[in-house]
């Protein structure tokens, strides 16, 4: 048997969890907290989600990574933050974890 997943990402081995949804950390009650969405292409399993969600809380001023996971489409995150963070430092983890951001916004 193969290790290689059939998405080519080399974690779970199947793309069918199309509308996976994966909240990294629970939601901060703050009063400077804003939402950012973003649009990311390539993603197709819950590997790719682990990815991303694992590189975007790594940007300083994210308190929360939600991801709806659209498999073979372009996926949906939702950021929470409690700073400003400009879109360059987003698409650097979009990309670090090798998927295309394809737009942001508050």
Same mark, same amino acid.
């Given at each position: 048997? &193969? ?6 990402? *080399?974690?779970? *081995? %199947? ?5 996976? +949804?994966?909240?990294? =950390? ?10 950012? +969405?973003? =649009?990311?292409? *390539?993603?197709?399993? &819950? ?5 991303? +969600?694992? !590189? ?16 073979? *489409?372009?996926? #949906?995150?939702?950021? #929470? #933050? ?13 990309? !670090?974890?090798?998927? +295309?951001?394809?737009?942001? %916004?508050?």
């Amino acid at each position: 048997m &193969s290790n290689e997943s059939s998405c080519g990402c *080399g974690g779970c *081995g %199947s793309n069918s969890n199309e509308g996976l +949804t994966i909240t990294a =950390k629970p939601s901060e009650e703050t009063m400077n907290q804003n939402n950012i +969405t973003l =649009k990311i292409d *390539g993603m197709t399993c &819950s590997h790719c989600v682990s990815s991303v +969600t694992e !590189e975007l809380n790594e940007v300083p001023g994210v308190s929360n990574v939600e991801i709806i996971l659209a498999a073979g *489409g372009t996926s #949906t995150a939702v950021i #929470t #933050t409690n700073s400003a963070i400009e879109n360059s430092v987003l698409e650097a983890a979009v990309t !670090e974890a090798g998927y +295309t951001l394809i737009s942001a %916004s508050v």
